[in-house]
């Protein structure tokens, strides 16, 4: 499973043939699917490229079935992992007293909690690094965080860590199977008329090929169903974190190509297939928490009832805030 996930360090570095590094991360995140993606890229051939440096986040569907990505965007959705770590050091335990004692999530009552000031703020310099690696003029005028591993060294050691390099492989590979819908829409002319629409069928083809199988692999693999479900949602999460991240305040509520934020988010967890007291729903809730008081969103006082319900209100706060 470490020589696979090690298909993101090489992406990273650019070291090897990059279609061949994007298939092995596939491999190590889907395996049930891998040979299947393979030949849908073969089909249309669809080409995985790691282009010249540049500012910015860069990871797209350009022309002649090309999807292109900097080394910068891969080291920019590594330390975007660690955001979600923290934002779950930031409010997850007080998600489940919450819950516990049945009392009132008010942010304004947190803001008074001893350290949580600093716990925001230790999230905050995690999505300012993002920011600065993404506008540094060269990729090398960067100066890697002290507290993030440097993704080159490969999966951590500890468990913590490790778990965000999982995640953050699987939040890669969503984005790249997002892309390769794309692909598929031009190869055969019949990409729907809106703009939107297209972005949420490639959301759902990404989402569908990462989980509509699970039960396959975890007969072959051994591992609980709804433990590998879990934990792919929770991949797919840090994607949709970092779309809304990289969308920007000023464009959460959509555009002429993109729908807003809130309808993607909403679509991607409508038909999840888990207990509504999960550890997803509380991963998903905690940094949507997090991402919506980084934003200035407000955050209306709620009762958690479970973790599933507290995401939905999230994600109509998320609405009613922008």
């Known amino acids: 499973m470490r020589d696979r996930y090690n298909a993101l360090l090489y992406a990273i570095g650019g070291l090897v043939e990059t279609t061949d590094i994007v298939r092995k991360l596939f491999d190590g995140v889907v395996p049930e699917r891998a040979s299947e993606i393979e030949s849908i890229a073969n089909d249309y051939d669809a080409q995985f490229r790691l282009i010249a440096d540049r500012e910015g986040f860069n990871l797209d569907a350009g022309g002649f079935s090309a999807i292109q990505y900097t080394s910068r965007s891969m080291r920019q959705m590594w330390?975007?992992?660690?955001?979600?770590?923290?934002?779950?050091?930031?409010?997850?335990?007080?998600?489940?007293?919450?819950?516990?004692?049945?009392?009132?999530?008010?942010?304004?009552?947190?803001?008074?909690?001893?350290?949580q000031a600093a716990e925001d703020e230790a999230f905050k310099s995690i999505l300012d690094a993002v920011k600065d690696l993404s506008t540094a003029f060269y990729e090398d005028d960067f100066e890697w965080p002290v507290a993030i591993p440097d993704p080159e060294k490969g999966r951590p050691s500890d468990l913590e860590r490790a778990a965000v390099y999982d995640l953050t492989c699987m939040a890669t590979a969503y984005v790249f199977l997002h892309e390769l819908k794309h692909v598929i829409f031009s190869a055969e002319g019949n990409a729907p008329e809106d703009p939107k629409d297209e972005e949420y069928l490639c959301d759902q083809f990404a989402k569908d090929m990462m989980i509509s199988k699970i039960d396959q692999y975890a007969a072959s693999s051994g591992y609980p169903p709804e433990k590998v479900r879990m934990k792919r949602m929770m991949g797919i999460t840090l994607a949709s974190a970092f779309i809304l991240f990289a969308t920007g305040r000023n464009r959460l509520a959509g555009s002429e190509t993109h729908p807003p934020i809130y309808g993607r988010w909403s679509a991607t967890v409508q038909d999840?297939?888990?207990?509504?007291?999960?550890?997803?729903?509380?991963?998903?809730?905690?940094?949507?928490?997090?991402?919506?008081?980084?934003?200035?969103?407000?955050?209306?006082?709620?009762?958690?009832?479970?973790?599933?319900?507290?995401?939905?209100?999230?994600?109509?706060?998320l609405e009613n805030g922008i």
């Open 272 to 317: 999840v297939n888990l207990p509504e007291d999960d550890w997803f729903w509380l991963y998903f809730s905690s940094f949507a928490l997090t991402l919506l008081k980084y934003h200035s969103i407000t955050i209306q006082p709620k009762i958690v009832k479970d973790y599933k319900s507290l995401c939905f209100d999230l994600i109509a706060d």
């Open 79 to 115: 330390l975007f992992g660690y955001a979600g770590r923290q934002a779950l050091h930031c409010y997850t335990s007080l998600i489940v007293l919450f819950k516990s004692f049945g009392t009132t999530l008010d942010i304004n009552e947190i803001n008074k909690i001893p350290d």
